[in-house]
């Protein structure tokens, strides 16, 4: 009690120089404050954005390795390398069920494609003797022309629609139950050149037919359009994606049990749980059964291009903290070290009646702790006020990027209102993991400057004030009474 009286006489009757070091810890702390809303606004916007990518692993095919031993002037090794690409095992539906069992694999979902000719519709094309159709890729037969009319693309969900979600393809016109029916049954969405070229509307049933004269049925319940350009020959007036007929893997499953002869690829992609576990997940496919000259990818480097703008921002804010808190404690110090001065004949009167060092040394550092504590709350009070309008104009130009990524994904899917889910249990459409963050603005101060925020503040400043209060400790063990008197005298 002694103590904590005594600093409040010295603070009350020093008030010209405790109110300068009020001041300077109040500037710290403001600043501090600001700097630690930043650097928390940061860290939102890098979980944000980092929790818009699920982490996805891919199959794709090792051209580079296989190519990469092969001399292909000459004509042996030409033939030798189809022979090789040909002879390579494709996987199927039940290889991907099986490749999901992984333990690190926490879902997935593919792409199936087939080719069909038209017994009902006309592929668009502007000269049939020039034009062929599309269909799948196998590894060795990208070259290969076909003669089939259609590529059907089968989703087994949403998040498979990858030219949707990337903007590629967008939804023109849509049936009103469309995303209910949309992943079972025989239903499809057709380019719009190719809706123009047959005229036909939402609801119109169009007729396919393989290789063995059988007939598969579809209705219409949607009609996109390629945003793309490039069209799919020199002299096409039609889009690559004209004769691209867009419905649900399990009816493509089903045509292909009917008719085994009909060629398939499958295109999955895995939901993971760590990037780092994609090399283990590779080993434990091929030892399933995937062909060697298979390898995967994940999407790790899309995932994280846009974070380093952001993360600029947070090292920065890092630095800064640390220079304000730097020069602040070295300003603090070289104050109190005049202070200690300036009292220094006080020292030796205390010393002189009987104040030991240690209650002498501890009435200073309670001064110094009592004006650094107000003065540390006001700092806070005025940062965390501030904070908010600087978090949000940090965040601004993000906030309505995200609003207009998101707006413009409901777009290419028809502009549903709401949430959607198919009879599969669709995910909502908000894409919260298909690359578009969910940023808000801040609606509260508490948002910004967290209690934790405010209990880290007020333990760097203490440990500040503390640490600068050394030079009053070093000094008044230093000092003996009788001298600092003399000295006076």
Known sequence: MFIFKNALISITRNKGRNILIGAIILVIA???????????????????????????????????????????????????MKEKISSISSYTISDVENF?????????????????????????????????????????????????DFTLNGYSSVDAMSEFIEGKYEMKEIADNAWDIAFDGNYVFINEELASYNNLKLHDKITLVDDNERTYEFEIIGIYKENEEESSGPMSMFSNSANTLITNSNSLVNITKENTNIKSSIKPTFI????????????EFHKKG????????????????????????KSFANTFLIITLV?????????????????????GVLRTIGISKIKLTMQFVAELLIVGFVALMLGAGVGATMSKGVSNSLLSSEIKSSE???????????????????????PSMNFKNKGTPNVQAYDSINAVVSPIV?????????TLIVVSSLSSMISIQRFTPLTILKERS
Do not use: W
């Open 100 to 148: 999901a069992k992984s333990s690190h694999i926490k879902s997935y979902y593919y792409t199936y494609n087939i080719s069909l000719n038209g017994k009902s519709i006309e592929k668009a094309e502007s000269d049939s003797n020039n034009e062929k159709g599309d269909r799948p890729n196998f590894p060795g037969k990208e070259n290969e022309e076909s003669s089939y």
């Open 290 to 313: 995937l062909d060697e000259n298979y390898t995967v990818e994940t999407n790790e480097e899309q995932a994280t291009a846009g974070l380093t703008s952001i993360k600029n921002v």
């Open 404 to 426: 207009k990524e998101q707006e413009e994904l409901k777009n290419n899917f028809g502009g549903p209102s709401g949430n959607f889910d198919s009879k599969q249990g669709e």
């Open 30 to 80: 403001c600043a501090s404050t600001i700097t630690l809303a930043i650097n928390n606004t940061a860290s939102d916007l890098i979980n944000s954005y980092q929790s818009a990518y699920d982490k996805e692993l891919t199959i794709s095919f090792d051209r580079k390795n296989m190519m990469k031993d092969m001399d292909f002037s000459n004509k042996d090794n030409r033939e030798s």
């Open 327 to 347: 020069i602040g404690g070295i300003v603090l110090f070289v104050i109190n070290m005049i202070n200690i001065r300036e009292r220094k004949y006080e020292i």
């Open 272 to 283: 993971i749980d760590d990037y780092k576990n994609a090399d283990k997940i590779e080993k």
């Open 454 to 462: 405010l209990v880290e503040l007020l333990g760097v400043g203490l």
